[in-house]
């Protein structure tokens, strides 16, 4: 697998979550305008911050008036479960030069990482094909980032006037779906995935998302409990 | 103004979260059962993301028949299961949304 193979197996990967993504990019963009923030600076913010669910509550964090410690704060708080994301590609990325470690970090969303890591972790440590594999990861992260650029232009742009109500958002949890489902294949992986699922369910409540992280956690904690099966 | 600075800060604030352990490997000595855990965050955190969307109607758990997002949901995670494949899977989980809403 070369480099170019590499960018274009993570760019076909995150495609079909674009069409679950660019409805919120558009919401996104009419939400920020009725918060009071300029058009210039919302599309700013989706290359500053480049988060969707932490945009949103920023934006509307804005409207409110909500003071800046606090805004950073649940900003944080909203994107917290990146750093698992962070942890899972670390050693992926150990060889790279530091200006590739920050582009990539840049780029690291629950969408490029979900639809690059299958294809990450089928490639063996210190193979040939483990040099280029971080393309497959700039595949997905730039497919995604250019993706969420043109759905905040058209809702800043165009905003009301575009079809809302589609359904299409669906499409995110139905990829991530198709990338879960066939990577559970043990009684570990099982008791994580039940764990992680349970967990959010029961602390959706919570507030700035962090039922999610404390859930994925669980899972986490879930996997390497499990004992594993004596042969 | 004001606004430019909290989008520096978040932004800032993002960063540093995903560049954390990118950044930090190599420089540290994770113990062993750290290095146990990350094989399973991908399963932990996309569980994590999808149960709520499809269990939850408004915050609350809906399990009957008005909560088709739900058996839309099942219908892609068997298909997933049976052939692995993404674009089949994402085509049957809405094929089954469109005709359980329409009924």
Not at chain 1, 3 to 23: D, E, H, I, K, W
Not at chain 1, 129 to 136: D, L, N, R, V
Not at chain 1, 139 to 154: D, K, V
Not at chain 2, 10 to 16: E, K, L, S, Y
Request: charged fraction near 10%; aromatic fraction near 10%; glycine fraction near 8%.
């Amino acid at each position: 697998m070369n480099r170019t193979q590499a960018f274009s197996l993570g760019l076909r990967s995150v495609m079909p979550m674009l069409l679950g993504v660019a409805p919120f990019g558009v919401i996104y963009g009419v939400v920020a305008l009725q918060s009071g923030i300029p058009a210039l600076a919302a599309m700013a913010m989706s290359s500053v911050v480049f988060a969707g669910s932490a945009q949103f509550l920023l934006a509307q964090l804005v409207g409110a008036g909500a003071p800046l410690l606090l805004t950073a704060g649940a900003v944080g708080l909203v994107n917290l479960r990146h750093a698992l994301y962070s942890a899972s590609v670390a050693p992926m990325l150990a060889h790279l030069p530091r200006r590739w470690k920050i582009l990539l970090a840049y780029l690291l969303t629950d969408e490029a990482y979900a639809a690059a890591i299958p294809h990450l972790m089928a490639v063996k440590p210190d193979s040939p094909q483990s040099a280029q594999a971080h393309w497959i990861l700039f595949g997905s992260g730039f497919g995604l980032w250019a993706g969420w650029q043109l759905a905040t232009l058209a809702g800043v742009l165009i905003g009301a006037q575009l079809p809302a109500n589609l359904g299409l958002e669906f499409a995110l949890p139905l990829t991530f779906i198709a990338i879960v489902v066939p990577m559970i294949d043990s009684r570990a992986r099982i008791a994580a995935a039940l764990a992680a699922a349970a967990g959010a369910v029961a602390l959706a409540g919570m507030p700035y998302k962090v039922g999610l992280f404390i859930a994925a956690m669980a899972g986490l904690v879930a996997g390497i409990a499990m004992p594993r099966r004596v042969k | 103004m004001n606004l430019w600075w909290l989008m520096l800060v978040c932004g800032v604030i993002t960063f540093a979260i995903r560049y954390s352990f990118i950044a930090a490997e190599g420089h540290y000595q994770p113990p062993t059962w750290f290095r146990r855990l990350l094989p399973f965050v991908p399963i932990a955190a996309l569980m994590a993301l999808t149960a709520p969307e499809l269990l939850l109607v408004h915050g609350e758990i809906v399990l009957g028949g008005s909560n088709p997002r739900l058996w839309a949901g099942l219908v892609a995670i068997i298909v997933a299961a049976l052939w692995r494949n993404t674009l089949l899977t994402i085509g049957c989980g809405f094929l089954a949304l469109y005709l359980l809403q329409r009924s």
